[in-house]
């Protein structure tokens, strides 16, 4: 397939991405059940040359319906894209809905919606719903699908061992672990570690007096792990760096934010676009009876994201 790989709306689609193969959810966070779908679709899709084409949707719908909501995204839209594109898609459409394209009753949402592809197979979970209060599902899906020209594939959901014990992956599983600071297993959902993606803002240098100058992070409406020091990966302008990760309140901007002290980096790093990778969980945050006490710890902390970055 040649040309846009990522497509905005649902006027005029190039010939490329219609006749194929298609999956459409929120697909939030990519996690391996995500990745299920388009392995299923790529192996659908190969025998003919058939193009893998996935449906999201920005804003998302619950947030259309339920505008005041705090939107708690895994990933933010450029990298869902892309991440549904290093899975297998060979294109992403993202729709925007507003409150008259969530009213479509289910039989008018194939019809206008999944008719814009022309699909020959689509691919779900037993969990996908659509249409007005979401009342179509697969079985209706495949009703719908046989009258339109296209047959139905279901994958049933991915489990993953944990330490708690088997469990199905989804995206409200994972913004669990998140919320909780259990990186580690939402990394083993996610088939990567937890990222936050943000551009460095100003913050007021606390950091830097210590001895341990930090890079502020304001990652708008994804979910932040809990407050807690963190050992992860900072990527910026295509380097990778060790950091030690601290979730806390933000005084400066009066909201929660990510604080990374990148190790043995220096320099200037304002206005730039940061991905932070969330690897293991170090410590709570705790209160200190001084600045030397503090800056101890920090040491300490620096070292042993050390040790965990580089085992």
Not at 68 to 92: C, E, F, W, Y
Not at 162 to 174: C, F, K, N, R, Y
Not at 175 to 185: E, I, P, Q, S, T
Request: glycine share 12%; aromatic share 6%.
């Amino acid at each position: 397939m040649t040309g846009q790989r990522v497509i905005q709306g649902l006027s005029d689609l190039p010939d490329e991405v219609l006749g194929g193969v298609l999956t459409i959810g929120n697909f939030d966070g990519v996690h391996c059940g995500h990745r299920a779908l388009l392995t299923q679709a790529r192996e659908l899709a190969a025998p003919e040359g058939l193009p893998v084409v996935a449906l999201t949707f920005d804003p998302p719908p619950d947030l259309v319906i339920r505008p005041d909501d705090d939107p708690q995204r895994i990933t933010p839209l450029a990298m869902k894209t892309g991440r549904l594109i290093q899975a297998g898609a060979d294109a992403v459409v993202v729709a925007t809905p507003d409150k008259a394209f969530l009213s479509q009753s289910p039989a008018t949402f194939v019809e206008r919606v999944i008719g814009c592809f022309s699909p020959k197979h689509m691919v779900e979970g037993p969990n996908f719903h659509f249409g007005k209060a979401r009342k179509g599902d697969v079985a209706m899906l495949a009703k719908l699908g046989k009258r339109a020209g296209f047959d139905v594939t279901v994958v049933e959901p991915v489990k993953v061992d944990l330490p708690g014990g088997e469990q199905h992956v989804s995206s409200t599983l994972i913004r669990g672990f998140v919320l909780a600071g259990n990186v580690v297993d939402a990394a083993t959902c996610l088939g990567q570690p937890f990222a936050l993606v943000g551009g460095v803002v100003t913050g007021k240098g606390i950091g830097r007096t210590l001895g341990f100058p930090t890079i502020n992070i304001d990652p708008k409406g994804q979910v932040l792990p809990a407050d807690g020091v963190y050992a992860g990966w900072a990527d910026v302008d295509g380097e990778r760096h060790p950091a030690a990760i601290v979730v806390t309140d933000g005084p400066t901007l009066g909201r929660r934010i990510a604080e990374a002290h990148l190790l043995d980096v220096s320099g200037d790093f304002y206005g730039r676009a940061v991905v932070l990778n969330f690897i293991q969980h170090v410590r709570g945050i705790e209160r200190f009876d001084s600045t030397e006490a503090l800056k101890a710890q920090i040491a300490k902390d620096v070292e042993s994201v050390r040790t965990i970055c580089e085992s």
